[in-house]
């Protein structure tokens, strides 16, 4: 299985801040990466796929970038909505696997 | 919209089976590839499978011994049955709506469902 290793995992924030989360893959998984955000009691929701495409209505305030085994989440602008823990996922070679969480606090 | 909901017991004792329904509104069930995937403290998100009507059903190898996902399309029910749990099994369990791509576009509330006698 191809492991995915984030970093921090915990992040502490100040509103306005611009912050990144890393996503290390344990094998080269091209630019199928993904990332999701789960607020507290809730689902996942998916922010990001193929590394960089915004799903719709996801603030252009998010971006995604990387390739191959290293990925990065951006969050410009922190608002007090962002808070909760962001998921990557890759889906490059089955079966599909998840990060183990970035805690985002403000 | 499309709309998902699981549903099922809270509470299974070790060795028995773990059935969850997942109901569908807002869409045909078969357009898509529905999944179900868990949460849980010790083993974070993981993907348990996945099913289209008629076209593939794919589960992950960690499970693929104790696992069925089955499409109920008169009922618009997606079910997982999962066997001999344990309580490693312990987790909130959601079914989501997976993408053309392997990604999950859309996740129900989610159930928890704990292994305990």
């Known amino acids: 299985d191809v492991d995915l290793t984030q970093s921090p995992a915990t992040l502490s924030a100040f509103l306005g801040d611009t912050v990144s989360i890393s996503c290390r893959a344990s094998?080269?998984?091209?630019?199928?990466s993904a990332w999701y955000h789960q607020r507290p009691g809730n689902a996942p929701n998916l922010l990001i796929q193929?590394?960089?495409n915004l799903q719709p209505a996801v603030s252009s305030r998010f971006s995604g970038t990387g390739s191959g085994t290293d990925f990065t989440l951006t969050i410009r602008n922190v608002e007090s909505g962002d808070i909760g823990t962001y998921f990557c996922?890759?889906?490059?070679?089955?079966?599909?696997?998840f990060g183990q969480g970035t805690k985002v606090e403000i | 919209q499309v709309q998902l909901r699981e549903s099922g017991p809270a509470l299974v004792k070790p060795s028995e089976t773990l059935s969850l329904n997942c109901s569908i509104s807002?869409?045909?069930?078969?357009?898509?590839?529905w999944s179900w995937l868990r949460q849980s403290p010790n083993k974070g998100l993981e993907w348990i499978g996945y099913?289209?009507?008629?076209?593939?059903?794919v589960y992950n190898p960690s499970f693929k011994s104790r696992v069925t996902i089955s499409i109920d399309k008169s009922r618009d029910l997606i079910s997982l049955t999962l066997t001999s749990v344990t309580a490693a099994d312990t987790a909130v369990y959601y079914c989501?709506?997976?993408?053309?791509?392997?990604?999950?576009?859309?996740w129900g509330p989610g159930t928890l469902v704990t292994v305990s006698s």
């Open positions: 989501a709506r997976r993408g053309p791509a392997a990604v999950f576009v859309g």
């Open positions: 807002g869409t045909s069930i078969i357009n898509y590839y």
């Open positions: 099913s289209q009507l008629n076209v593939a059903t």
């Open positions: 094998q080269n998984v091209g630019n199928w």
């Open positions: 193929k590394t960089s």
């Open positions: 996922q890759q889906y490059s070679r089955a079966p599909w696997t």
